[in-house]
């Protein structure tokens, strides 16, 4: 496999190599994502699509085109099933410098995810509002408006905008489950939270 920027492809080698020395029924039940055992794949809803992922190859492909995934979707996925414990989310929310080694890659989260989410939606809630909710996002109470974001069965991200006014921008924050890292790495919440802001974008330009 050619090398791609940041050696995405070498990443998903490794991903793929782990995602098949785990067993099938325990990644399924960690995950909750169905895997359908007479096609041995897994059926993994992400970001309002649908993508299945045959095991133990690790082949990413939308469920309804057939389409080869985008090299860091099938990271994330892998990464996902591969990495989940299962492990009961506490409902409480932490912030991206509170994950595991998170201060170190605070930049790269925020140039990816926060800046945008702001830069595009802190003069458009209606649109953030309308977008959240196609992707299956719950109002939440915090800020002048969240959404509680469902963008992996157990990966919930919050996402809060509050007004600007006259002194004052709009400015806005990116939480996650004080269980996160028992579903991904804190690199990975990075590209995700990233991930998801596009996905509320595409939809506003639909």
């Known amino acids: 496999m050619n090398k791609t920027p940041y050696n995405l492809g070498e990443t998903l080698l490794v991903a793929r190599k782990n995602f098949a ?18 096609k041995s794949l897994f059926a993994v809803p992400f ?4 993508y299945v992922v045959s095991y133990p190859e690790g082949q990413v492909a939308r469920q309804s085109t057939e389409e080869e995934a985008p090299l860091t979707t099938a990271i ?15 409902g409480s929310w932490i ?33 953030f509002a309308r ?25 919930p991200l919050l996402y809060i905008l509050w ?19 028992e579903y991904l790495h804190t690199e990975d919440y990075a590209v995700l939270a990233g991930m998801t802001v596009g996905a509320l974008v595409n939809i506003i330009k639909q």
């Open 163 to 181: 007004k600007g006014d006259e002194e004052f921008p709009p400015s806005g924050t990116i939480l996650f489950d004080r269980q996160a890292n």
């Open 95 to 127: 912030s991206y410098k509170e994950l595991q080694g998170g201060a170190v890659y605070i930049d790269p989260f925020s140039k990816r995810a926060v800046l945008p989410f702001v830069k595009i939606f802190g003069g458009r809630p209606q649109e």
């Open 21 to 38: 020395a785990a067993a099938a029924p325990s990644m399924a039940e960690n995950s909750a994502c169905q895997f359908i055992r007479d």
């Open 47 to 50: 970001l309002g699509q649908h």
């Open 131 to 155: 977008a959240a909710g196609m992707l299956g996002g719950e109002t939440a109470d915090h800020g002048h408006l969240s959404y509680r974001i469902p963008a992996l069965p157990r990966v």
């Open 76 to 90: 994330l996925l892998l990464h996902y099933l591969a990495w989940a414990t299962g492990a009961p989310l506490s």
